[in-house]
Antibody, heavy 125, light 110 residues
Framework: QLQLQESGPGLVKPSETLSLTCTVS??????????WGWIRQPPGKGLEWIGS???????YYNPSLKSRVTISVDTSKNQFSLKLSSVTAADTAVYYC?????????????????WGQGTLVTVSS | SYVLTQPPSVSVAPGQTARITCGGN??????VHWYQQKPGQAPVLVVY???DRPSGIPERFSGSNSGNTATLTISRVEAGDEADYYC?????????????FGGGTKLTVL
């Protein structure tokens, strides 16, 4: 059974960089059938897509966050990571890592079939 | 950028049918996915590609998509269906392309 587990600091100071890692177990991150993504959810609010990465390193980013986001992949460790720079209180959220299906014969991403349990990151001094 | 519009809340009595809509410009030309999220839990995929169900999801959950509206239908609603529901599409019409979520709908079982 595929499992995704987020890890990283639960508290980040304003203006610093938020860093999270997602460890994938029960499957290979190098599969050609999936993208791997980050989604966040501020307390009491809806879901916001941050960005997604293919095992080769190809990425898609939410344009509203693109200037501050870097997503990377480490196939040797079966992990992918998120860095969000210059954080403010508005970046306080539960951060989920997830697996996207890929629509066959296209570059489009399909449904999100697996999610991590999520990790709360609070931005505060 | 592409916008998906959901009603903030829907209420239904047990045993009745709940319909949650997701509006978007020509959404019928896109594949719509639906997620259920219960408090304190990660979202769970309940319908993908407009109307398909992942294994383990009851047949009570169904979806449709046409024109400017996609709909998640939950038949014979149970207390355990009370949750937030989100629609999602892949927006390939904008540059750059990306994942778009609706704002979410809270389903209350009366």
């Amino acid at each position: 059974q595929l499992q995704l587990q987020e890890s990283g600091p639960g508290l980040v100071k304003p203006s610093e960089t938020l860093s999270l890692t997602c460890t994938v177990s029960g499957g290979s991150i190098s599969s050609s059938s999936y993208y791997w993504g980050w989604i966040r959810q501020p307390p009491g609010k809806g879901l916001e897509w941050i960005g997604s990465i293919y095992y080769s390193g190809s990425t898609y980013y939410n344009p509203s966050l693109k200037s501050r986001v870097t997503i990377s992949v480490d196939t040797s460790k079966n992990q992918f990571s998120l860095k969000l720079s210059s954080v403010t209180a508005a970046d306080t959220a539960v951060y989920y890592c997830a697996r996207h299906e890929i629509v066959p014969y296209s570059s489009r991403l399909g449904a999100i079939s697996y999610w991590g349990q999520g990790t709360l990151v609070t931005v505060s001094s | 950028s592409y916008v998906l519009t959901q009603p903030p809340s829907v209420s239904v009595a047990p045993g009745q049918t709940a319909r949650i809509t997701c509006g978007g410009n020509n959404i019928g030309s896109k594949s719509v996915h639906w997620y259920q999220q219960k408090p304190g839990q990660a979202p769970v995929l309940v319908v993908y590609d407009d109307s398909d169900r992942p294994s383990g999801i009851p047949e009570r959950f169904s979806g449709s998509n046409s024109g400017n509206t996609a709909t998640l239908t939950i038949s014979r609603v149970e207390a355990g269906d009370e949750a937030d529901y989100y629609c999602q599409v892949w927006d390939s019409s904008s540059d750059p392309q990306g994942v778009v979520f609706g704002g979410g709908t809270k389903l209350t079982v009366l």
